[in-house]
C-alpha cells in the first residue's frame, strides 16, 4: 500500500496497452495518481507504470484482475481505493472484441463479451460510489460508436456497449448530484489487434467520416481529461470522439 495521496486519483481498466496506456499516461501527466489494471498485459502495465513512477515517484500503480470473475472486480475496486487511501475517477476502458455471426453464437460468448464491457463496470461503481461520493468524482465509461449504429456480426458486443450507455443514464441520475457519469463513443481509433481487416474495408470505414481520417488514442485521452477535469456541469452524456462518423 502507498501513502495518502493529495493528488486525484484515476482507476483505468484494461490500461497495460493501447486506448487505456494513453488515458492513463495523459492524466498522470496532468496531475493524477493513476491505478493501471490490466489483465493479461501485466508486463506493458508494469512498465507503464515505471515510467510514470519515474517521473513522479509513487504515483502510479498496478492491480490485476480477470473481469469475468465477479469476486476479483470487487476486490480490485477495493484496492484502488485502498492504494492511496481516495479515488477520484473510474474510467471502465476494458473490453473484450471479437464476432459473433448469429449462427454461431453461444452463452459463453455472452457471458465473456458481456462480463468487460456491461456487467464488470457495473459493479466496480458499485464497489467504489461511496469513495467516489466522497471525493465528489466521476465515471466515466468507454463505449462505441457501434452501440447506437449496430455492427454486423457483432451484436453480443453491440448489445453490451448499449446497456453500458443506458448504466450510464441511469447511474447519472442515482449517483447525483455527488457523482457525474458520463460515456465516450470513439470511432475507429485503432484497429481491433486480432482482426485481420482487408485494407479497402479499413479505407471504407476511414471513408465514412467526417474528418477522413482515423482518430489517435490521444484523442480519448483528451475526451477522458476534459469529462473528468473540466466538464464539471456535464452529467448522463454519451460523447462521441468519432470524427464525424
Ligand atoms: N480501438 C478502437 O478504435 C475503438 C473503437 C471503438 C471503441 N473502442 C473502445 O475503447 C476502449 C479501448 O479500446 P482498445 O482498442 O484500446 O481496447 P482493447 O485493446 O481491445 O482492450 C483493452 C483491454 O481490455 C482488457 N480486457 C479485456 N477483457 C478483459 C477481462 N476479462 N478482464 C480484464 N481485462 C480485460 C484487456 O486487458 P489485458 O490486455 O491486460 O488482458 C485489454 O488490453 C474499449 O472499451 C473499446 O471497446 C475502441
Redesign the pocket.
Known sequence: MNHESGHPVALI????????AATASLLHSSGYNVVI??????Q??ESLAQTLNTARPNSAAVL?????DDEQVLELGRQAIANWQRLDVLI??????YPTPLDSITADDWH?LF???AR?PLFLASAVARELKQQRGCVIN?????ARRGLSNHSI?TMA?AALESMTRSLARELAPDVRVNA??????????DENLAEDKKEAIIDKSALKR??D?AD?AHAVLFLARDASYVTGQVLHVDGGR
Open positions: 481498466t484494461g490500461a497495460g496497452v493501447r486506448l487505456g489494471h490490466c489483465n493479461r498485459s501485466r506493458s502495465a490485476q484482475a480477470d473481469l469475468v471502465n476502458n476494458a473490453s473484450a472484441f465473456m462480463a468487460s464491457n464488470a468507454i463505449s462505441d460508436l457501434y458486443y456497449k465516450i463513443a470513439p470511432g475507429a481509433i485503432l484497429w481491433p489487434p482515423m482518430g488514442p480519448i
